[in-house]
């Protein structure tokens, strides 16, 4: 059995996304366990959006064997409550595989779980999350992170994503994959992949040079100079560059390079494709090229990513 832990002021998709996940799993294989709400009182749950669960109380988890902790406004009420941080650590010291859900990581360092462990949350609580559990080796800019049985993934929808590869863990890649697409998913993310998108990172990723950046983005191995894409655009170079970086907050010459190291990087940590592959492709031409991008980007090259990559999924495979 799969317990969901809400709590006042949570936040809906949380809960709410995770549990089709594992809903939808059930109709492709009878193997995957049932699902309940639980909370520290019985009864209506009222999330941040003003919609209601309705959740057991906490005796209800003696069959659970995960336990997703939603994140939401009111985690910091849950993290000083008393009755649910023991919860969560009575269900740990039973060997229960336990998931957090956005800032639901906030109960997880609060109950000492993450302490010396690698972990995630919404990248806008970094800051305040590593003053205030510095044991926590947090990775901001990770979908999910699995460390042994303990789980943590980014913002809301992120959840969903931890869910789809619990169930490829549990029930194999084909049904995770047949999940996905009954949810209409383009395709499950990996743990790996960065949280951060370039095209919403802009100030108005779909103004009027949103179809340019989208065109761009599905042809980053053209031949894409300013004079170029102005010319796509129907505007002189001059004009264009003024309006581009005006609109969207970025040059078109630094918009390109980071589409290009975003698509390269999750090629670089996803597959074994060689880097000067890669680096052709998405438009770097030069592996040289491209190593600078990424240490401008990341701090690392990609033989670095890579490897980090490698090492996280061997480690989860051991786990």
């Known amino acids: ?16 996304g995770p549990i089709s996940v594992f809903e939808i799993a059930r109709r492709h294989t009878p193997d995957a366990p049932r699902v309940i709400t639980i909370a520290t009182t ?30 939401g406004e009111g985690v910091e009420a849950a993290a000083l409550c008393e009755t649910t941080i023991a919860f969560i650590q009575r269900l740990a010291s039973r060997g229960v595989r336990i998931a957090s859900v956005c800032n639901g990581a906030y109960l997880l360092a609060q109950a ?17 999350f590593i003053g205030r559990y510095p044991k926590v080796r947090l990775e901001p800019d990770q979908i999910f992170i699995r460390d042994d049985h303990v789980w943590t993934s980014a913002g809301i929808t992120a959840g969903i994503d931890l869910a789809l590869a619990m169930i490829a863990q549990d029930h194999g890649e084909e049904v995770s994959q047949a999940t996905a697409r009954q949810l209409v998913l383009y395709h499950r993310r990996s743990g790996g992949q960065s949280q951060f998108s370039t095209l919403l990172e802009l100030k108005t990723p779909n103004g009027r040079f949103g179809g340019l950046l989208s065109w761009v983005r599905e042809n980053l191995d053209a031949h894409l100079t300013v004079e170029a894409l102005a010319e796509r655009a129907g505007l002189s170079t001059r004009h264009f560059v ?29 597959s074994g494709e060689a880097i000067e592959r890669v680096a052709e492709t998405t438009g770097f031409r030069d592996p040289e090229r491209m190593r600078r991008a990424f240490i401008r980007a990341f701090g690392q090259p990609p033989q670095s990513l890579r490897r980090s990559a490698r090492s996280a999924g061997e480690a989860a495979g051991r786990s």
Do not use: Y
């Open 242 to 270: 003024r309006s581009f970086t005006a609109e969207t907050g970025s040059t078109p010459t630094k918009a390109v390079e980071r589409l290009r190291v975003e698509v390269a990087r999750e090629r670089v940590q996803s």
């Open 42 to 71: 019985a009864g209506a749950v009222r999330s941040s959006s003003g919609i209601e669960m309705l959740a057991r109380n906490l005796r209800s988890a003696s069959s659970v064997t995960t336990l997703f902790v939603a994140g």
């Open 1 to 16: 059995m799969i317990g969901f832990l809400i709590f006042p002021e949570f936040q809906l998709l949380d809960a709410a």
């Open 112 to 128: 000492g779980l993450l302490d010396g462990r690698c972990a995630t949350t919404h990248w806008s609580c970094t800051r305040d």
